[in-house]
Structures are given as structure tokens and as C-alpha cells.
């Protein structure tokens, strides 16, 4: 089976200062970054998993458009989540990238990366949608995170 992506839909970057990165987007012409929190404690995710165990996540994010693909910066505001362990092993930069898949169903997809990348790393349910990161960093040099194209379709 062979996936076909329509577009590079994200770019996921790892940051430190996340009101420090929007700026420097803007200045590239990344306009008008919707602040958020993916955060266990505040309610705004569902149930999400950090190598298949139940995981507690506290982080800031931003999205913005930037010329048709979306930038989504997150920084980690805990010491136990994927973001704060790729700080502590990369540094601040590119996390992930996600890939416009949206008439292909999530567990189709999922099925797909999981026999060729394994299990995903991180997986569960975000602010809007379900979602699951899978390490493609030794073939494509990023994680690929795969996403439902629907708010309704977590339910």
C-alpha cells in the first residue's frame, strides 16, 4: 500500500520562548498565531499516551498560516512530555510534519505508519481532533504526525 499526501499541511517546531517565536514568524509573514494550551490539567486535550502509557501533558502551542501551510509551535511547560524530551535531545527546532491525508481514514493511516514506523510515540485526543506522532526521524528526518480531518470524528 502507498500513501498519497495532497500537500504539506504542518510544520511542527519545538520552541523555548513561544511568544519569542511568533514574533520572529511574523517577521517571515506567519500572520495572525492562535495561542493555546495542550494541557492535561486544564482540560483542553482528552486522554493522550507517551509510548502507549496514559500521559499528563502541559504545553503552550500557536498555529498560524503561513503561505498556505500551518506553523504550530509548541513549548514544553513540563518536564515529562515528547516536546520537553526532544528539547533536551535536539534543541529547539523542527518537531514534526503533517501531511494533508484527509481522505484517507485515521485508522487506515494509522495502520499504515504503525507497520512501518512502529507504534506512535505519542497518540490521543487534542484540542480539536484525534492525532498520533510516529518517529520517521532515521527515513524522513522528522516525526510524522497523522490527524483526523474532522472535529466530529473523534466522537
Given at each position: 500500500m ?34 493555546f ?12 499516551f ?39 535531545e ?5 518537531h ?60
Amino acid at each position: 500500500m502507498k500513501i498519497a499526501a495532497k500537500r504539506l499541511k504542518q510544520i511542527g517546531m519545538v520552541v523555548t520562548d513561544i511568544d519569542r517565536a511568533i514574533e520572529h514568524w511574523g517577521c517571515l509573514g506567519a500572520g495572525g498565531f492562535r495561542k493555546f494550551f495542550l494541557s492535561s490539567s486544564r482540560g483542553t486535550c482528552g486522554p493522550v499516551f507517551k509510548n502507549g502509557q496514559p500521559h499528563q501533558i502541559e504545553s503552550s502551542m500557536a498555529v498560524a498560516d503561513f503561505n498556505g501551510v500551518q506553523i504550530e509551535l509548541m513549548q514544553p511547560l513540563d518536564d515529562q512530555s515528547i516536546y520537553y524530551d526532544f528539547l533536551q535531545e535536539c534543541g529547539a527546532g523542527l518537531h514534526h510534519l503533517c501531511f494533508d491525508t484527509d481522505d484517507i481514514p485515521f485508522d487506515e493511516l494509522n495502520a499504515y505508519m504503525k507497520e512501518r514506523y512502529g507504534d506512535p510515540i505519542f497518540n490521543g485526543i487534542g484540542a480539536l481532533m484525534k492525532f498520533a506522532y510516529y518517529d520517521c526521524r532515521k527515513d524522513m528526518g522528522a516525526f510524522i504526525e497523522v490527524v483526523t480531518q474532522k472535529p466530529e470524528t473523534i466522537c
